[in-house]
T-cell receptor, first 115, second 113 residues
Framework: AQSVAQPEDQVNVAEGNPLTVKCTYS??????LFWYVQYPNRGLQFLLK????DNLVKGSYGFEAEFNKSQTSFHLKKPSALVSDSALYFC?????????????WGLGTSLAVNP | ETGVTQTPRHLVMGMTNKKSLKCEQH?????MYWYKQSAKKPLELMFV???????ENNSVPSRFSPECPNSSHLFLHLHTLQPEDSALYLC????????????FGQGTRLTVV
């Protein structure tokens, strides 16, 4: 069965420091992996996706994520955090096996960047 | 702006009321979705429409009734809701069902009193 885990409810970092938001997944086939961000009182916005190709994926707002097949992880990273990055981050996975095209969502990680 | 617009942004309704949520996209997408977002829970996919046809109904109670008159518009009709239905309801669209990328509206914050 497909699943995705975001082990941290909240991540706190100081502005200017690197940030990491963790995501691990479980699928039977090859994963399609996504990160979305939700700012307060807003819908979700797409950040980046991994389908095939380079394991390091670059996305919007300076974010990147590294696909690690052996660790079944897709952690979101940014070299230098901004206060404006404070938001709720969601990881999602879809299995390319079979006809199931449903996205499975993590519970979200709240990122707080302190000035 | 994502190209997906939801109205109203906020809605307070009594348990005996009937109301509707509206979603509109002008991205030329073929698939549209309703999600429910509650605190401390994963996003719950409620309904999926692909080319105006409902393709998924994830065991949603009948007090939620979707309608998709065309590929650009999606409605969620609400009646006799319960307080536990209070949540943020998000509409999304994608080129085809399954993505690869979904565009979300800003959501309707629903409070059932």
């Amino acid at each position: 069965a497909q699943s995705v885990a975001q082990p941290e409810d909240q991540v706190n970092v100081a502005e200017g420091n690197p940030l990491t938001v963790k995501c691990t997944y479980s699928v039977s086939g090859n994963p399609y992996l996504f990160w979305y961000v939700q700012y307060p009182n807003r819908g979700l916005q797409f950040l980046l996706k991994y389908i095939t190709g380079d394991n390091l994926v670059k996305g919007s707002y300076g974010f990147e994520a590294e696909f690690n097949k052996s660790q079944t992880s897709f952690h979101l990273k940014k070299p230098s955090a901004l206060v404006s990055d404070s938001a709720l981050y969601f990881c999602a996975v879809r299995d390319d096996a079979g006809n199931n095209r449903k996205l499975i969502w993590g519970l979200g990680t709240s990122l707080a960047v302190n000035p | 702006e994502t190209g997906v617009t939801q109205t109203p942004r906020h809605l307070v309704m009594g348990m005996t009321n009937k109301k509707s949520l509206k979603c509109e996209q002008h991205l030329g997408h073929n698939a549209m979705y309703w999600y429910k977002q509650s605190a401390k829970k994963p996003l719950e996919l409620m309904f999926v429409y692909n080319f105006k046809e409902q393709t998924e109904n994830n065991s949603v109670p009948s007090r939620f009734s979707p309608e998709c008159p065309n590929s650009s518009h999606l409605f969620l009709h609400l009646h006799t809701l319960q307080p536990e239905d209070s949540a943020l309801y998000l509409c999304a669209s994608s080129q085809d069902q399954g993505g690869p990328r979904a565009f979300f509206g800003q959501g309707t914050r629903l409070t059932v009193v």
